[in-house]
C-alpha cells in the first residue's frame, strides 16, 4: 500500500509541502515515514523515523533547508522487512546520490539482488534493489562515471531509469532524484496508483489528488507503464519503450476542506455525519423528482446492451463487497438475476462465469488490487465491466467499460462508512434504472421507487439522531469482547458490515450472521450478558428474528434490536434502536448507521486509534 509524494519547485518550505502530503495519504500505511530534499545545489537532506508523520515533522522541525529544487517523501505499510528506520524511505544507492520513494511489491527483487553483488544494501526491503540497480545501469551508461556535464547525465539518467524499469517485475510507483541533475524527479508507474499536479512555476506527484489538492486541482492520471519527467516547470511523460506520450490533463471538482476533520475528533465520525450529503450528491441529477431516469447519456451504455446482459456478478472486497452483496438482493428483488463474489476469489471461477453476464465492481478507492485483478479475468472472458468508485480517474475507472461515481467527497478515515451509503445509493439508481428497461418495473412502480429514493436523504439524517442512545448502549457493554451481529434478507450483508466494522476499529472479536444460521451452530457462543445485534425491518424478517431474539435471551444474551417504528409490537429485545420506516429496498442505508456509530464509539471507549486502525491500510494495492 505506502503512499509517496514528490514536489519539484522552490518553495522554502518544500519540505512542509511533502509533510501535508504525507499527512493527508497516512490512511495508506502508517507504521514508518521519510522525506529527502534536495537543493539546486546537489546536496542532499535524507530523514526517516519508525511511526506516524508527526514523529518525522518533530525530528526536521529545526532543520533550515535552503535552495530547495526537489523533494520526495514516504509513508509506509510493511510488506518487506519489518517496520524500523532502516526499512523505512527513501532508500538510496552506495553512495548515498540516488534516493527513491516507491509503492508497490518488486517480486524479482531478489534476483536482482543476487546480480547487484558488490553492492551495499542497508535495508531488508525490496524497494532498495530499485534504486542500486538504477546507480548500476548509469554507471554502465555513463562509463563508470565520468561525464559530469548536466545535458549528458539528463539522458543518462532517463535512460538508466527506463533500463531499470523494464527489469522489474511486479508493481510499483516509483519516484527518484539524483543529485547530479537537481531538480528533476523520474516517476513511473505499473499497477500502483500515481498521479501528477500540475502548478505555477512547481509540479507535484502523490499517489492520490488528497496529497497536493491544496495547491492545484490540475491533475494526470498516469497509466500503467508510463513514466513522468517532472521539474519545476515540465511534465513530460514517455512510455517503456522511452517514446514521448501526450496525456491529457484533467480538473478535479474535490476541494481541500472536505480532506479536512471540520471539528469532528475523528474522520470517521465526520464521515458518519456526511452520509446524507453522501447520498444526495451520489443520486442528485440521476433520479428527477418526476422518476425519469437520465442515466443513459452519464454511461454510455445504450437500452439495447442492458435489454441483452443475461444477470449481474458482482465483486468487491470489505465493505464495498457489503454494498454488493445489498445490491444482489436488490436487483433480485427487482427480477434481475445476480451472483457474487469476493474480488479475492473471482479470478479462479471467473472462466466458467456467463459471457453475457455485466459485471459490476464496487471499490471506493478504485485501486484494490484484489478487485483489478478480478476485473481483468472477468475481461479476459470476455464480459463487460461497469464500476462504481468514488475516486475520479483511479485504475478501476479507467479499467472498466463503464462507470458512475459516488460523489461522497474523500473517505479518509479507513473504516469505510460514507462511501458504503453512497455505493448503495449508486446501486439504487442503476437497479431502478436497468429494471425499468428490462421491463422488469413498470412506470408507476419505477416513480414510486424513485419518489421514495430521493426522501432518503432526510431520513439518514433522521437516524443519526439515534446517537445519544447508541452511546449508552456502548457503555452497558463495556466489559464484552464478543459481539454477534444477525439479520436476514437485505439486511444479513448490514450484520456482515457491523461486526466487519466493529472488529477493525476495536479489535474486538464480532461475528455477523444470517440469523437463521443461529441454531446451526453460533448460538453455543452465546453465555451470560453477551450482546447479540438483531436487525430486522420487514414483516418476515421479524416474525423469523423473534425466535432468534428469544433463544439468544433463554441462554442470557442481550439483544440490541435494530428495527423500525413499527415493529415493537413483534419483539422484545433489551435495547431498541428505531429507524424511519422504509419500503425492504433501502432498510440497509439506514440499519447500517446505528452500527457504524456503534463501532465508532466502542472504540472510543477503548482509546483506540479510530481513524488508523492498526495493522490496516485504507487502499489495499497489494494481493
Ligand atoms: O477501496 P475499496 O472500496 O476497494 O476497499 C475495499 C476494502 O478494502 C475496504 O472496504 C475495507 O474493508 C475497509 N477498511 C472497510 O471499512
Redesign the pocket.
Known amino acids: 500500500m505506502c503512499g509517496i509524494v514528490g514536489y519539484a519547485g522552490e518553495k522554502n518550505n518544500a519540505w512542509e509541502v511533502l509533510l501535508k502530503g504525507l499527512k493527508r495519504l497516512e490512511y495508506r500505511g502508517y507504521d514508518s515515514c521519510g522525506i529527502a530534499i534536495e537543493s539546486s545545489k546537489g546536496e542532499l537532506f535524507l530523514d526517516r523515523v519508525k511511526g506516524r508523520v508527526e514523529a518525522l515533522s518533530e525530528k526536521i522541525s529545526n532543520k533550515k533547508y535552503k535552495n530547495i529544487s526537489a523533494g520526495i517523501a514516504h509513508t509506509r505499510w510493511a510488506t518487506h522487512g519489518v517496520p524500523n528506520e532502516e526499512n523505512a524511505h527513501p532508500h538510496t544507492d552506495c553512495d548515498g546520490s540516488i534516493v527513491i520513494v516507491h509503492n508497490g511489491i518488486i517480486e524479482n527483487y531478489i534476483e536482482i539482488k543476487n546480480e547487484l553483488k558488490d553492492h551495499n544494501f542497508k535495508s531488508d526491503t525490496d524497494t532498495e534493489v530499485i534504486v542500486h540497480l538504477i546507480e548500476d545501469n548509469i554507471k554502465k551508461l555513463n562509463k563508470g562515471g565520468k561525464s559530469n556535464r548536466l545535458e549528458m547525465l539528463h539522458p543518462i539518467f532517463f535512460q538508466a531509469f527506463l533500463n531499470t524499469l523494464n527489469k522489474l517485475k511486479g508493481s510499483f510507483a516509483i519516484a527518484v532524484i539524483w543529485n547530479k541533475v537537481p531538480g528533476v524527479i523520474l516517476a513511473a508507474r505499473r499497477f500502483s496508483p500515481l498521479v501528477i499536479g500540475k502548478g505555477e512555476g512547481e509540479n507535484f506527484l502523490s499517489s492520490d489528488v488528497a496529497g497536493f489538492l491544496e495547491y492545484t486541482n490540475n491533475v494526470y492520471f498516469m497509466d500503467d507503464d508510463e513514466i513522468a519527467f517532472i521539474d519545476k516547470n515540465n511534465i513530460v511523460f514517455f512510455d517503456f519503450n522511452g517514446k514521448k506520450k501526450n496525456k491529457d490533463i484533467k480538473k478535479i471538482d474535490w476541494d481541500i476542506k472536505m480532506a479536512e476533520k471540520g471539528g469532528y475528533k475523528h474522520f470517521m465520525l465526520k464521515e458518519i455525519h456526511e452520509q446524507e450529503m453522501g447520498f444526495e450528491n451520489t443520486i442528485a441529477r440521476r433520479v428527477l423528482p418526476v422518476g425519469e431516469y437520465i442515466l443513459n447519456k452519464e454511461i454510455n451504455l445504450t437500452i439495447e446492451e442492458i435489454k441483452n446482459f443475461s444477470s449481474i456478478q458482482f465483486i ?8 454488493a452483496y445489498v445490491g444482489k438482493y436488490l436487483f433480485e428483488k427487482l427480477g434481475i438475476k445476480s451472483d457474487i463474489d469476493l ?1 479475492s476469489e473471482f479470478p479462479q471461477r471467473a472462466k466458467i462465469i456467463d459471457k453475457k453476464a455485466l459485471v459490476i465492481a ?7 488490487a ?2 483489478l485483478e478480478a476485473i481483468r479475468s472477468a475481461k479476459k472472458n470476455g464480459n463487460k465491466i461497469f464500476a462504481i ?3 475520479v480517474g483511479s485504475t ?1 475507472s479507467r479499467e472498466s467499460d463503464y462507470v458512475i461515481y459516488t460523489h461522497c467527497g474523500p ?1 479518509i ?5 460514507k ?2 451509503t453512497a ?1 448503495l445509493a449508486a446501486l439504487y439508481v442503476l437497479a431502478l434504472h436497468f429494471s425499468y428497461i428490462k421491463g422488469n418495473l413498470l412506470i408507476t412502480k419505477a416513480r414510486e421507487f424513485a419518489e421514495e429514493l430521493l426522501e432518503i436523504p432526510k431520513l439518514i439524517k433522521k437516524t443519526l439522531e439515534c446517537e445519544e442512545y447508541v452511546k449508552e448502549i456502548v457503555d452497558k457493554f463495556e466489559d464484552r469482547n464478543d459481539y454477534l451481529f444477525i439479520a436476514r434478507g437485505i439486511n444479513y450483508p448490514i450484520a456482515l ?1 457491523g461486526a ?2 466493529l472488529k ?2 476495536s479489535y474486538l472479536h464480532a461475528e455477523g450472521y444470517a440469523a437463521g444460521e443461529m441454531k446451526h451452530g453460533p448460538i453455543a457462543i452465546i453465555s451470560d450478558g453477551m450482546p447479540v445485534v438483531a436487525i430486522a425491518t420487514t414483516q418476515t424478517e421479524l416474525d423469523l428474528i423473534k425466535g432468534n431474539i428469544e433463544e439468544t435471551k433463554a441462554r442470557g444474551g442481550k439483544v440490541i434490536a435494530i428495527a423500525d417504528e413499527d415493529s415493537k409490537k413483534f419483539i422484545r429485545p433489551d435495547f431498541y434502536i428505531k429507524i424511519p420506516k422504509v419500503s425492504e429496498y433501502f432498510a440497509p442505508v439506514l440499519t447500517v448507521i446505528p452500527l457504524q456509530l456503534f463501532a465508532y464509539y466502542t472504540a472510543l471507549k477503548r482509546g483506540r486509534d479510530i481513524d488508523k ?1 492498526r495493522n ?5 494495492t497489494v494481493r
Do not use: M, W
Open positions: 468487491a472486497c470489505g465493505t464495498a463487497y457489503h454494498a474480488a464496487i471499490s471506493q478507492s478504485g485501486e484494490t484484489d478487485t468508485t468514488n475516486t478501476i473517505e478515515a479507513v473504516a469505510s462508512t462511501a458504503f455505493q458490515e466487519l466494522k477493525e476499529i486502525p490496516l491500510a485504507k487502499s489495499v
